[in-house]
Structures are given as C-alpha cells and as structure tokens.
C-alpha cells in the first residue's frame, strides 16, 4: 500500500496498515471519505445515506482506570452500569481524550473498531446484529467503511453483550 493509496481512500495511515495486516486489504476500495467531519453517529448516518443504528460506534471507556473499547451501534448509548457487571468492575466512566488517543492512536470522532495502537478488551453489544452491514470509522472523522457486523466484531476481537441503555 502507497501512501498515494491511503490518502486516496481516506483512511489513516495505522488503519490502512491494519487493513493489510488483517488480510483486509481490499476494504481500501470500499472507504468512503466526506469533505466534511463525519465525528458523530448522526453525522455519519446522514452523509453515507444510513439508518443511524447502522453507525458503529467505537468509544472508549476506563474500568477500574484500565481501558475498554465498546462498540455500540449509532442509535442507542451505553448502560455504563452494564458495562461494570459486565466487567465485574467497581468503576466504569468515559475515558478522557487525551487517553483515548493514547490508548487507540486516534481521535475521539475517528476511532475504528480495530487497528488500535495497544490492545485492549473489546465489548461490542448485540443491537449491531440487527443489520446485514454497518459502518465504522476509517481512523478519522472523514472516513468510514462497511462491514457485515460479525466480521467486524471478529476482526475487533470482540465479545457480543448486552450494554444498551434501555429506553422505558
């Protein structure tokens, strides 16, 4: 992959690279990037056309001070108390910016599902079934590509729960 590659399908370098490491290296074709900032769920939804449950969200959180990824579809929020049973953690709150960045290699906004810069433990709730393809941040607000939701979660190393912030 040239640099000329990655530029033109938008995607960020370290993304770019997962992509080839994972064999995903045909995915380069499919990202689709958006003169303006796609950082929220209903801003990606509306560029690429989309129901917004078919957004996924990449958010990062601290358990106990130790990061955890978290994907959500685009139309619903996290039960943070979920999170910790989940976890069995004493503490679960949103991971700030700046370890958010440390922790992936991206900014808030831009954060793909995989690619990151460390490992982390992966949570990604079961509502991203509900759909033949969702789309993810290609490792910038600009970009997104597609993917059937079980391949993405594998490719994450995702384990399916049940986060969701319940609606009465």
């Known amino acids: ?40 769920a209903e801003e990606a939804a509306a560029a690429i056309g989309c129901e917004l449950s078919q ?48 922790t992936t290699g991206y900014a808030i906004g831009g954060v793909p599902p995989f690619g990151h810069r460390s490992r982390t433990r992966v949570l990604a709730d079961r509502s991203l079934l509900g759909h033949d393809t969702v789309w993810a941040a290609a490792g910038n607000p600009h970009a997104v590509f597609p993917m059937d939701p079980r391949t993405l979660i594998a490719h994450a190393g995702g384990t399916f729960v049940d986060v969701r912030e319940q609606t009465v």
């Open 55 to 102: 957004i996924c969200k990449s958010l990062i959180f601290a358990a106990d001070g130790v990061p955890v990824l978290v994907l959500m579809d685009g139309a619903s929020r996290v039960d943070v108390e979920r999170v910790r049973q989940e976890l069995g953690a004493e503490k679960v709150t949103r991971a700030k910016a700046n370890v958010v960045r440390e």
């Open 1 to 40: 992959m040239t640099t000329t590659d990655t530029e033109e399908s938008g995607a960020h370098p370290r993304f770019a690279e997962a992509l080839e490491e994972l064999g995903l290296g045909e995915l380069h074709a499919r990202i689709r990037r958006f003169p303006d900032a796609t950082r929220t």
